[in-house]
C-alpha cells in the first residue's frame, strides 16, 4: 500500500502488486492491510530482551490494541479474512500452512494470552467452528488458557469423530495430556496420561508426517516415559527445515547511538549500558558456541536434547546413542571383518588345499607388521579418548568423552553400491538405525557447549576454594548465563546473570533471572524486574512488549492489582519510571482483566 502526498495538493493512495503494476486500493486490502499490521505489531514486538530492538535502533513500537473497541475491530477483520489466513505463511516449524496454523492464527492466540480475552476468543472460534471443524482444535487451546479444561475436552472429543485424522487436534489432545502428566499426584495417574499422550502423538505422526511439531511432540512423550532408545529414534526421524527468518531489514549494529532520550526513562543503571558494551573483551571459545543461534526447527531439536541430557548425563546419553545408531568405528570395524576372504568347500575342492598361510601360519615378517598395525591407535579410539571432563550433572570427577561420530549414511550408500556390504555385515547392523546428519551434529555441538560449561564451573570452584575472586566481562557473563539455561542448570543460570548485572545493566540477563522469578513466584522480585525492563523498552521508543504486558497481567491475576500497584509505588525509583508500568497494569484494567478489580 502507498499513500502519495502532495504539498500542497492532494493526497492519494494505491497498491503496488508484486510486479510493480499500481492498482486501486480497495477496501478489502485497506481490510488486510490493517489486519496485517496488527499481526506485524505482536509478532516483531520485542520479548524484553532487547534482540529485536537492536535489530534496527530507534524504531517506534506501540500497542495496536488498546481498548475494547480496536480489539473488536481487529477480531471482526480477522473473522472476514480467517479462512484466506493460509496465505499469510506460517512459522518455521510448520511445512504446509493450513487453516488453522499459520501467521493470523499464531497472532491470535498471542492476543489471547497476553490480554487474557479469552471470553472474546471463545466467542470468535465458536463462530467459526461452525464453517469448518478444523477451528475446534483452536477454540480447545483458548479454552485450556483459560482454565475451561472439560469444555475443552468436550469439543476436541466432539470434533475428532468428525475428523478423526486432524493433526493439529491429535497434536492439541496430546499436548495437554503430557501437561496433565507432569502434574499427576501419583505415578500409576502419571503412567495412564502419558499411555494416552503417546497414542494420541503416535496418530498425529501418522496424520502428518511431514511435519516437525507432531514428531517432536512424540519424542517429549517418550522422554516423560523415561523411554530414551524410542525418544533418540523418534528425534532422528523428525523432518527438519531450513528457518527462515521475518522479512525484516538486517542492520549492522551500530559503534555509537546518539538519539534524544526520554525525560521519563532517564535511569542511571540502564543509562550507561550502550556505552560500556562496546569495549568488553570476550573470549573467543564463547563467542563460537553455535547453540546459540540454532533457531526453528533445530532450536526445538536441540532443547529435546538437553532435556535428556539434564535427566541421564552425558555418558549414559551416549550409551544409548551407540545402542540406537550405527557408529562410524563399529560400522568400520564390521567392514573389515567382511572384507576377509570366507573359506567355501566347494571351491577348496577344486582349487586345492590352500596355502599354510591361509590356514593361519604367517611369517615372521607378518607377525611383525600384525603387531605394528595393533600398537597403532586407531583414528575412532583417538578421538573417543580426546580430552575428557567432568560435567556438572554428573558424579565428581567422572569424565564425559567426546563423542565418536555415527556413520555418514552417504558413506553407507556408496558402499553397498560398490558392493563393500555383504549379508553377513548387515544381518549385523540391520537392528540399528543410521543417524541423521543433523543430529549427529547436534551432539557435536552438544559436546561442545558441555566442555565450556563445565570448564566454567571448575574455574569457578577452584577459585572459590583459594577465596579469589572470578572475573569476567560482563558480555561474558551474558553469554555463561545463557548457556547454562540452554543446558537447563537454572540456578547457574541465574548466578551468572547476576554477575553481569552486577557489571553493567544487560536486557537480556534481566529478562532470564525474570523467567526464573516467575516461575518460583517472587512477587517483589519479579515487579522490581519487569519496571526496569520497561523503561528500557521505552528508552528506545518501544511501548510495548507482549510478553511483558503478560508478565504484568500474571501478577495482577495472581495477586490482585492493588497488591501489584502498591508493590509499584513503594519501589525507590523516579515517578515518571513508576509511570510507565502503570501504564501497562491501566491495560489490564482496561480490558477487565482477572484481578483488576481488587
Known sequence: MRVHVTIPGTVESYCVDERGDKRKATDDLWLETYLCSVLRAYSYADDGSGETIRKIMGVRRFNPV?????????????????????????DSVVQVPNNVSNHLTAGLLKYFQTTGRYASGINLFEKLRDQNVEVSSLLAKVLFMGNEEVEGVRVLHQALKESPMDYVMLDTQAEFLLKKAQTATTPEQKEERLRLALGCADRSTIAAPS??????????VYVAMEDWENALTILNSCPMFTYQDKDAPQMPEPKDVHLPTLPETRLDEIDSEPESRYSEQVDASLLNLRAAVYKGTFKQAYGILTEMTSKIGWDQLLKIRSTVFVMEDEYRSEKHETSQPQRNPSTDGLRGTPDPTTNGDQSDSEKDDDEDDDEKPKPADTESTAETLATNGQAEGEPV????????PGELKGDAENGAQTDDHLSKLNNKRLCERWLDSLFMVLYEDLRVYTIWRTQMAQYRAQSMQYKKSAEEWEILGSLAERLQHADEAVEAYRACLAARFSPKALTGILRVFEQNKNTRETVASVIRLVTWQYRWYSEFSPELLHTIRTLIEDEGAVKVRSI???????????DLTHHYAALCATFRSSGTDG
Do not use: C, M, Y
Open 66 to 90: 488498546t481498548n475494547t473497541e480496536t480489539e473488536h475491530r481487529f477480531l471482526n477483520a480477522a473473522e472476514q479474512l480467517f479462512f484466506r489466513g493460509w496465505q499469510l505463511g506460517s
Open 211 to 220: 511435519e516437525f511439531g507432531t514428531w517432536a511432540r512424540l519424542a517429549q
Open 401 to 408: 568423552e567426546k563423542p565418536t561420530h555415527a556413520i555418514d
Open 568 to 578: 509499584i509505588q513503594a519501589t525507590s525509583l523516579p515517578q515518571e519510571v513508576l
